[in-house]
């Protein structure tokens, strides 16, 4: 039982380019978050799942895409890369979207 | 919107406990976690509390909540050098998917 794993751990991007963040679950959770973390800030929502095919938009959206076509795997699109989406990004899981969620240890982007 | 405050530094000894602080202002919350984050790694869920509640114990953690003040705060007693993390206070209310919000984490520094 993995968890949540995230792929890569690390990337470096330059500016214009496009990458997909992977996180996949073993656990058969219904919801699906994607956080950035920026220093010294606590987390903010991007994009969550409530369940496969079912995406909605979180805090900050803008410059990224999701899908959810499995209930395991919910990837995280850049399309245009910016220096703003330099962060660390962490996938999280949860059974009931109410309780714990569980997150992978995330992937840190910079943008160059 | 939500706001999730917390203090950005706490030191203490080893052996003391320690207390960290948060202030949230969402009236509606139902949930608030309590959440740590270890260097390089994802978070990890410490405890929760639910909004009915005034106080939850979990071997060296004690949470506190005072409703009317919108005060949360973790005790951790007999503080060690494993438990130097920071910390995340995070809130959520019924009905959003659990779209938690979090704070900005107070970093806790155990010394010797």
């Known amino acids: 039982n993995a968890g949540v794993t995230q792929t890569p751990k690390f990337r470096i991007l330059k500016i214009g380019q496009s990458m997909t963040l992977q996180c996949a679950q073993d656990m058969n959770h219904n919801y699906m978050y994607w956080y950035r973390q920026d220093p010294g800030m606590g987390l903010k929502l991007i994009y969550y799942?409530?369940?496969?095919?079912?995406?909605d938009k979180g805090e900050v959206p803008n410059g990224y895409n999701v899908s959810r076509s499995t209930t395991e795997d919910f990837p995280l699109r850049l399309e245009l890369a910016a220096p703003s989406q330099t962060s660390v990004y962490f996938c999280a899981s949860s059974p009931t979207g109410r309780t714990e969620a569980f997150f992978g240890q995330g992937t840190r982007l910079t943008v160059v | 919107g939500e706001d999730v405050e917390q203090s950005l530094f706490l030191s203490v000894r080893e052996g003391d406990s320690s207390v960290i602080n948060c202030t949230y202002t969402?009236?509606?919350?139902?949930?608030l976690y309590w959440y740590k984050q270890e260097p390089g790694a994802g978070l990890q869920l410490l405890t929760y509390?639910?909004?009915?509640?005034d106080m939850k114990q979990d071997q060296r953690l004690t949470v506190l909540l005072n409703k009317k003040d919108k005060h949360l705060s973790l005790r951790i007693a007999d503080t060690q050098t494993g438990d130097s993390a920071i910390y995340f206070c995070a809130e959520a209310n019924t009905g959003t998917a659990s779209k938690l919000t979090f704070g900005t984490g107070t970093r806790l520094q155990v010394t010797l």
């Open positions: 969402d009236s509606s919350s139902t949930y």
């Open positions: 799942s409530v369940g496969a095919g079912i995406t």
């Open positions: 509390i639910f909004s009915n509640m």
